[in-house]
């Protein structure tokens, strides 16, 4: 996959984004939605957009940890930080495929194998569900208990996970399976450095820390919403913070669960009914609440990363860095990330 079949997805995913919008906003009838918009409280609004970069900070330092537990040595910190916040521009693509977009990225800056580095995704998602599930928890006992079996499968899921990959005979053993598939077997020498990575990774401490943070960074995200909710109208109270800590990480992980472009639509509909329903808002209050956080915590999250991901590839053109499609070097701006996975 190029650089050119990424832009492609994520313009179909913006294209996606603007209809999913253009929909809430008839949901919540254009009229109503207006004054809404007018009756919140704008004066909230940076500090939403900074409490949602505590977030990507925290998030920043996982993948640092992620990268010296796989042996990754000599990187400068600069350019660690291009190469993450360029994933956050990949977001929203479908089931974030485009963030892979880091591992080669990181092999054209450090010269780390792509088979290497991209178990860190599955890393980042393992310990981003569990915190999900950790903040939602309390709330699926007084608001959701019907959820409980959800809870329970991504959590079962996740342990035998953990598991597979870190009991060697088994996973060697699956990868065995793998190497008899035609074509897929071809590709079996770099399934052993994939897998090599993923057995650090999975470590039950390691998962135990990441998981931690992770908690601390999603919180972030929720404390956004809970600023969202209270500049609608809602009450400064615990019960709001409660509500607003398991609305969005149900809906996000309902949205995660199916795989849509950074949850598109799923996400929307999820906190709009939630809020609706928990908070006692109106369909327009609960519409422009689900507008300003998906704007400042995926949108505003694709920005930074598109604009960062811009400054990344420059350096790399300049460099003389840049790869195109048949893996000849190139002097302009175009990077492909397909031709040789293992690198």
Excluded at 39 to 66: A, Q, S
Excluded at 124 to 149: C, K, N, Q, Y
């Amino acid at each position: 996959m190029n650089l050119s079949n990424i832009r492609n997805r994520l313009l179909v995913s913006m294209l996606l984004g603007v209809i999913v919008f253009a929909g809430l906003l008839a949901y919540g009838d254009f009229r109503e939605v207006g004054r809404s918009l007018g009756d919140f409280h704008w004066e909230l609004m940076p500090l939403i957009l900074l409490v949602t970069c505590g977030n990507y900070l925290l998030r920043f330092i996982k993948w640092e940890y992620y990268l010296r537990q796989i042996g990754v040595r000599g990187l400068a910190r600069k350019d660690s930080f291009l190469v993450f916040f360029s994933g956050l521009g990949m977001t929203v693509t479908p089931g974030k495929v485009g963030e892979w977009l880091k591992s080669y990225l990181l092999k054209e800056v450090h010269g780390t194998p792509v088979t290497r580095s991209a178990p860190i995704l599955l890393a980042e998602r393992l310990t981003d569900s569990l915190a999900l599930l950790i903040i939602a928890g309390s709330g699926v006992i007084f608001f959701g208990p019907e959820l409980w079996p959800v809870v329970a499968v991504i959590g079962v899921g996740s342990a035998i996970a953990i598991a597979v990959s870190r009991h060697r005979p088994t996973a060697h053993g699956l990868l065995g399976v793998l190497e008899r598939v035609p074509f897929i077997g071809r590709f079996a020498p770099r399934f052993e450095e994939l897998y090599e990575s993923t057995y650090i990774l999975m470590d039950p401490r390691g998962v135990i820390l990441m998981t931690g943070l992770s908690v601390a960074s999603w919180f972030f995200e929720v404390m956004a919403f809970y600023l969202t909710l209270v500049g609608l109208g809602a009450g400064a109270e615990i019960d709001t913070l409660l509500k607003a800590a398991f609305i969005l990480p149900i809906a996000t992980l309902a949205a995660a669960i199916l795989l849509t472009p950074g949850g598109l639509f799923v996400a929307e509909a999820g906190i709009t009914s939630l809020t609706q329903e928990l908070l006692d808002l109106s369909k327009s209050a609960a519409t422009v609440g689900t507008l300003i956080i998906r704007i400042a915590t995926l949108w505003f999250g694709v920005f930074v990363g598109l604009v960062t991901f811009a400054i990344l590839t420059r350096r790399l053109a300049r460099q003389g860095k840049l790869l195109d499609g048949s893996g000849k070097r190139e002097a302009g701006g175009e990077i492909a990330v397909g031709s040789d996975p293992a690198g």
